[in-house]
């Protein structure tokens, strides 16, 4: 069984940065593209970043091109979403995603960026 942890969300003022953590256990770390969604109310969920299986190739929502950074640890089995530069825009609950079937989530963490 697929489980995702996500953490590292909070309060953070505009121009701030944020780093989410998402722990990835019950299967082999990695062995299937993996991505951060995010979500705010009354908008549809959007994958702001990818990353594929063996090369780590990286893609982004255009929103986020130059601020945002996807990674991953191997070691810990960890894939982290570094942000920066945050704006009220960036506002949401944020969900790591990896591309099992049917497709694995986390619970979620929520992101706040606010003055």
């Known amino acids: 069984q697929v489980q995702l942890v996500e953490s590292g969300g909070g309060l953070v003022q505009p121009g701030g940065s944020l780093r989410l953590s998402c722990v990835v256990t019950g299967l082999m770390f990695p062995s299937n593209a993996m991505a951060w969604y995010r979500q705010a109310p009354g908008h549809d969920r959007e994958r702001v970043a990818m990353i594929d299986v063996y090369e780590g190739r990286t893609t982004y929502v255009n929103s986020v091109k130059g601020r945002f950074t996807i990674s991953r640890n191997n070691a810990d089995s960890t894939l982290f979403l570094e942000m920066n530069n945050l704006k009220t825009e960036d506002t949401a609950v944020y969900y790591c995603?990896?591309?099992?079937?049917?497709?694995?989530w986390g619970q979620g963490t929520q992101v706040t960026v606010s003055s």
């Open positions: 995603n990896v591309a099992t079937w049917p497709p694995s």
